[in-house]
């Protein structure tokens, strides 16, 4: 059963390292009708916590059975933790949350410090006023552990308009396929375009391994605690 808005998804599976590309991720990625594009990230991102003893990942998007079963082959736990389904669950009801995230209207995520070796934040931080991203940020590496990676896409196509977040399924280690979470629906968020300096400076202090710009304009960020 799916879990609700704000509520977590948690799958620990026993089998180790796949091999790179296998068949597996892009047999179900076939199935889906979104927009496929290359990442160089993904590969930085796996090839730093693939040989971890039993590491902890956290992904802050929607709940994707083919992601959660690809690392959990790496004998990943996998947490699930749906902020922008939780943050668009608390405008439709109106509410504010009790606690939040300084300098945000964000409750933050419900984990110790130092808990996860990896989150994962595709396109999640496109989805908050540019200038609550810091702040953002350090909640999520607030729950990495020290030496962890975070991975995260930006856009560079939206700027400043409502539209629904985006869901990201990993078709192998170099393709990655997205398409709405909401497509026909009313459950949007307000986006706004970082420029890339403003990405940089927001992960200050951490160490950024890899940013680029790919092809189809997205921006992917691979970043050490």
């Not at 810091?134 to 539209?163: G, H, Y």
Request: aromatic share 8%.
């Amino acid at each position: 059963m799916r879990p609700g808005a704000g509520e977590d998804f948690l799958l620990s599976m026993l089998w180790r390292s796949p091999p790179e590309g296998a068949g597996f991720e892009k047999t179900r990625g076939a199935k889906g009708g979104g927009i496929k594009h290359p990442s160089k990230a993904l590969r930085i991102f796996v090839s730093g916590i693939r040989d971890l003893d039993s590491p902890q990942l956290l992904d802050t998007g929607q709940v994707i059975g083919a992601n959660i079963e690809y690392f959990a082959r790496m004998g990943c736990k996998v947490f699930v933790h749906d902020v922008n389904a939780e943050r668009i669950s608390e405008i439709e009801r109106g509410r504010t949350p009790e606690k939040i995230v300084r300098g945000t209207r964000w409750s933050g995520l419900p984990y110790s410090d130092e808990q996860f070796d990896a989150v994962l934040a595709w396109d999640l931080l496109d989805y908050f006023p540019r200038e609550e991203v810091p702040s953002v940020i350090a909640e999520l590496f607030r729950v990495l552990k020290k030496e962890a990676l975070l991975i995260a896409l930006f856009s560079s196509e939206r700027a400043n308009r409502v539209e629904p977040a985006q869901r990201y399924r990993i078709i192998d280690m170099d393709v990655l396929e997205h398409d709405p979470i909401a497509k026909g629906t009313n459950a949007k968020l307000f986006v706004s375009r970082l420029r890339n300096r403003e990405i940089l400076d927001a992960f200050v202090p951490h160490r950024v391994l890899h940013f680029i710009m790919l092809k189809n304009n997205m921006r992917e960020i691979v970043v050490r605690k």
